[in-house]
């Protein structure tokens, strides 16, 4: 079975510091892929990354970058220089195609930078 | 490019009543649908999940129903709505060029049952 933990509930930052959000993953198939969204206070969920269980090079997207190591089963992410507008909770997600590709999200992680 | 819309954004609606929420995809064929709900303060749980026209899984069982008449069309009702039925619906789609593993999610709406 497909697991995601994301042990931090709460972050709080103030603006300009870096956060790193953890996230671990649990599954049985050799073909699967990664996820991170952000739910800002609007609701909608915003798609941020995906990355496929082949693919274990790093990633930086601006301020964001994203740590994916296969031998401890983590795919962590980093806000860099932090801004109010991070503000949000981020949920780290795992799928495969044995389960028609549907997500098993983790608990999420609530980001407060404060000014 | 593909945009999804969910309606309506917001409903407040008595226990016992009925409900039908309406979620549609646009710039993109054969998506696979799905929709979760998320309770106050939760993480996201997968209610039903579609690959195809007709095609329903059902994740959890419970008083909702989902149904999808038309390719990118995918519909939530319910015939009596308990007070756990609150929270948040978001509506995602998967598929088209980029693969059917990321999903694009909705705006949601937002569920008070009183």
């Known amino acids: 079975a497909q697991k995601v933990t994301q042990a931090q509930t709460e972050i709080s930052v103030v603006e300009k510091e870096d956060v790193t959000l953890d996230c671990v993953y649990e599954?049985?198939?050799?073909?699967?892929?990664l996820f991170w969204y952000k739910q800002p206070p609007s609701g909608e969920l915003v798609f941020l990354i995906r990355r496929n269980s082949f693919d274990e090079q790093n990633e930086i997207s601006g301020r964001y970058s994203w740590n994916f190591q296969k031998s401890t089963s983590s795919f962590n992410f980093t806000i860099t220089a932090s801004q109010v507008v991070d503000s949000a909770v981020y949920f780290c997600a795992l799928s495969d195609p044995v389960n028609d590709y549907k997500l098993s999200f983790g608990a999420g992680t609530t980001v407060t930078v404060r000014a | 490019s593909q945009t999804i819309h969910q309606w309506p954004a917001t409903l407040v609606q008595p226990v016992g009543s009925p409900l039908s929420l309406e979620c549609t995809v646009e710039g993109t064929s054969n998506p696979n649908l799905y929709w979760y709900r998320q309770a106050a303060g939760r993480g996201l749980q997968l209610l039903f999940y579609?690959?195809?026209?007709?095609?329903i899984s059902s994740e959890v069982p419970q008083n909702l129903s989902a149904s999808r008449p038309q390719d990118r069309q995918f519909i939530l009702s319910s015939k009596k709505l308990l007070l756990s039925d609150s929270g948040f619906y978001l509506c995602?789609?998967?598929?088209?060029?980029?693969?059917?593993?990321?999903?694009?999610f909705g705006p949601g709406t937002r569920l008070t049952v009183l």
């Open positions: 579609s690959v195809g026209i007709g095609q």
């Open positions: 995602a789609w998967g598929g088209g060029a980029g693969g059917p593993y990321t999903q694009y």
């Open positions: 599954t049985r198939d050799t073909t699967y892929y």
